[in-house]
């Protein structure tokens, strides 16, 4: 099994910045894609970032230019950094990996985002 531990979620006025973490352990030979997610109330869960083990990222033109992804393989760590951030991403954040970051079989916690206007 593998289990997935965010920290990093918090309160920030627009335009501020945010870094999330997540930290894998347990068989974490599965993984081969780790990612965030977000829902926001009375939405749907969307992916905002993806990133394999061999470093390839992919984002939604929501994010694109704004979040980085990056992903310490020693550290079984995957970081969010959240760059010019916007009331509209405002959301609980979800660490999730497996096989394809589109199929994510493992989830976190997750933790909140404020961002305030």
């Known amino acids: 099994q593998v289990q997935l531990v965010e920290s990093g979620g918090g309160a920030v006025q627009a335009g501020g910045s945010l870094r999330l973490s997540c930290a894998a352990s347990?068989?974490?030979?599965?993984?081969?894609?780790m990612g965030w997610y977000r829902q926001a109330p009375g939405k749907q869960r969307e992916l905002v970032a993806g990133i394999t083990s061999g470093g390839n990222t992919n984002y939604p033109d929501s994010v694109k230019g704004r979040f980085t992804i990056s992903r310490d393989n020693a550290k079984n760590t995957v970081y969010l950094q959240m760059n010019s951030l916007k009331p509209e991403d405002t959301a609980v954040y979800y660490c999730?990996?497996?096989?394809?970051?589109?199929?994510?079989?493992?989830w976190g916690q997750g933790t909140q985002v404020t961002v305030s206007s």
């Open positions: 999730a990996a497996g096989r394809n970051i589109l199929y994510p079989s493992i």
């Open positions: 347990g068989n974490i030979k599965m993984i081969n894609a």
